[in-house]
């Protein structure tokens, strides 16, 4: 009963750092996306994938590259870490019943601080 | 360009009274679907309830309702006789374009609700 998994749960980088984060889920689901969550700007998509080998830009996707090579894994990747990436990362999935929307299913987040 | 708003940043009650939770949205789509999260102080996104478009009727779930209406763009939810449990912040959510093919979401700022025992 794991449903989304991130790892790390916290992390601190220096600025310039590099760092993947791993999002794993077992529900055999076809979409994946990373949102950042900032205090009083609620949730913003990064990026997101609509299965294995495709990602997309979301809305705030500078500064991340991230990968699907494997339909259960979406990786975060920050080649150059800088402050204004501290944030809280949350990773989630979603299938698609026909052309019928959804919820998405979130992990549990990954507080990431940036100094 | 489509954008939710919730207005109320904070609210406080008083345990067993009753709060309603504005959200209003913005969009062009004719097909979209609006959702409703709870985020408790434990940090994780707990879904609470999707409606499409096409589905004004209100809904009820134990001490949760939502009314729905196309008329005005809102998607209010309301908590009937409030716990302390019921504090977390809530985050309205809208399906973005695509006609709801997928669950890139557009978020509200969120409410802050702090039942007080």
Same mark, same amino acid.
């Given at each position: ?9 916290? &992390? ?10 791993? /999002? ?13 969550? #900032? ?19 979301? @809305? ?30 949350? /990773? ?8 019928? #929307? ?8 990954? &507080?990431?601080?940036?100094? | ?21 504005? /959200?209003?949205?913005?969009?062009? #789509? ?13 940090? @994780? ?9 096409? #589905? ?62």
């Amino acid at each position: 009963n794991a449903g989304v998994t991130q790892t790390p749960k916290f &992390r601190v980088l220096k600025t310039g750092q590099s760092m993947t984060l791993l /999002c794993a889920q077992d529900m055999n689901h076809e979409y994946m996306y990373w949102y950042r969550q #900032d205090p009083g700007m609620g949730l913003r998509l990064i990026h997101y994938s609509v299965g294995e080998g495709t990602t997309a830009k979301g @809305e705030v996707p500078d500064g991340y590259n991230v990968s699907r090579l494997k339909k259960q894994n979406f990786l975060l990747g920050l080649e150059s870490a800088a402050p204004s990436q501290t944030s809280v990362y949350f /990773c989630a999935s979603s299938y698609l019943t026909g052309r019928f #929307d959804t919820e998405a299913f979130f992990g549990q987040g990954t &507080r990431l601080t940036v100094v | 360009a489509q954008k939710v708003t919730q207005a109320q940043t904070e609210i406080s009650v008083v345990e067993k009274e009753d709060v309603t939770l504005d /959200c209003v949205y913005e969009t062009r #789509d004719t097909t979209y679907y609006l959702f409703w999260y709870k985020q408790p102080p434990s940090g @994780e996104l707990v879904f609470l309830i999707r409606r499409n478009s096409f #589905d004004e009727q209100n809904e009820i779930s134990g001490r949760y309702s939502w009314n729905f209406q196309k008329s005005t763009s809102s998607f209010n939810f309301t908590i009937t006789a409030s716990q302390v449990v019921d504090s977390a912040v809530y985050f309205c959510a809208l399906s973005e374009g695509d006609g709801g093919a997928t669950n890139k979401l557009i978020f509200g700022t969120g409410t802050l609700l702090a039942v007080q025992p």
